[in-house]
């Protein structure tokens, strides 16, 4: 997913990046999502590949089911810019608005 796509956040303020798994995160400590999250490294110490996957185990009916059991995942030289993409693929696919309750 690119970088340069955003939800829009409270107040209607564009999500970044960093933020998304925080939304994600949040929606979880309210019990609208439950998720298994898995992050791996690979490759020399100097230079890692991290890969998060996000896979979703229930939504409130308010979001969509459609993705229910499906991971999500994405890979970076970072470890949360990999979590971040991960959960930014996941509140897209749930059809997070980005009002925060």
Known sequence: ??????????????LTLNRYYMELHNLKQRGDI????????DGPANAPTWRCFITIVS???????????????????????ARDGAAEQVLRNIG????VH
């Open 1 to 14: 997913m690119s970088s340069s796509m955003h939800l829009s956040g409270a107040a209607g303020s564009p």
């Open 34 to 41: 439950e998720f298994v999250e898995e992050t791996s490294k």
């Open 59 to 81: 939504v409130r009916p308010t979001y969509s089911q459609e993705h229910v059991g499906e991971p999500f995942w994405h890979n970076a030289d970072q470890k949360q810019v």
């Open 96 to 99: 997070f608005n980005g009002v």
